[in-house]
């Protein structure tokens, strides 16, 4: 069935570093892909999202690349925070169902 | 604009006990999502709805009923709760309109214990 590996499941970075967080998918149809920031004690939240007909798209401190071939996208934070430290999920949705398949997430720790 | 909001936040319950989950939104979407949320296994699907009436069986659903009889509304119910079902489950919606995009919004959880 459907699938979504991300990687890795813990990543600990100095503030101010960057973070690089992994996803692949399989099934070549999905055509969206968001990633979430869920905070401790919160639903998660849209911090950015991508379409399978654009490579990269960047928001601030944070881009996102998919490369279709390979079936991956990654999300990537710049100049990391202490407020960045939360768990981030990767999602693919395949074209015509509105649904999402969602990674296992990744718990990001900024440390001071 | 309260968005997504879910009731109850907390509760427990005893093996066999029933009880319902309330999601209500006020975005005027057309889809809603029931997902159960557990350590190392991110979101899982667990029914959805395209549309006020409908249901549909997501990828977990043994153990689950849902029901939305408003649009704004998507019920989660458990008939007979077991600890398997210990979890904490989210809900979200989603417009069906393209143009405004695909983003499905969560609310902030139900924490769920069963004993």
């Known amino acids: 069935g459907e699938n979504v590996e991300q990687h890795p499941s813990t990543l600990s970075v100095q503030e101010g570093d960057s973070a690089v967080i992994k996803c692949t998918y399989s099934?070549?149809?999905?055509?969206?892909f968001p990633w979430y920031k869920q905070e401790l004690g919160k639903g998660p939240q849209l911090i950015i999202d991508i379409r399978s007909n654009v490579g990269e798209k960047k928001d601030q401190r944070i881009a996102v690349t998919l490369n279709k071939t390979a079936k991956h996208f990654s999300l990537h934070i710049t100049e990391t925070q202490p407020e960045d430290s939360a768990v981030y999920f990767c999602a693919a949705s395949p074209p015509g169902t509105y649904k999402y398949i969602f990674g296992t997430g990744t718990r990001l720790k900024v440390l001071a | 604009n309260a968005g997504v909001t879910q009731t109850p936040k907390f509760r427990v319950l005893k093996t066999g006990q029933s009880m319902t989950l309330l999601c209500a939104q006020d975005m005027n979407h057309e889809y809603m999502y029931w997902y159960r949320q557990d350590p190392g296994m991110g979101l899982r699907l667990i029914h959805y709805s395209v549309g006020e009436g409908t249901t549909a069986k997501g990828e977990v659903p043994d153990g689950y009923n849902v029901s939305r009889l408003k649009k704004q509304n998507f019920l989660l119910g458990l008939e007979s709760a077991a600890p398997s079902q210990t979890s904490v489950y989210f809900c979200?919606?989603?417009?069906?309109?393209?143009?405004?995009?695909?983003?499905?919004?969560f609310g902030p959880g139900t924490r769920l214990l069963v004993l």
């Open positions: 099934d070549s149809a999905s055509n969206y």
């Open positions: 979200a919606s989603s417009s069906d309109d393209r143009a405004l995009g695909e983003t499905q919004y």
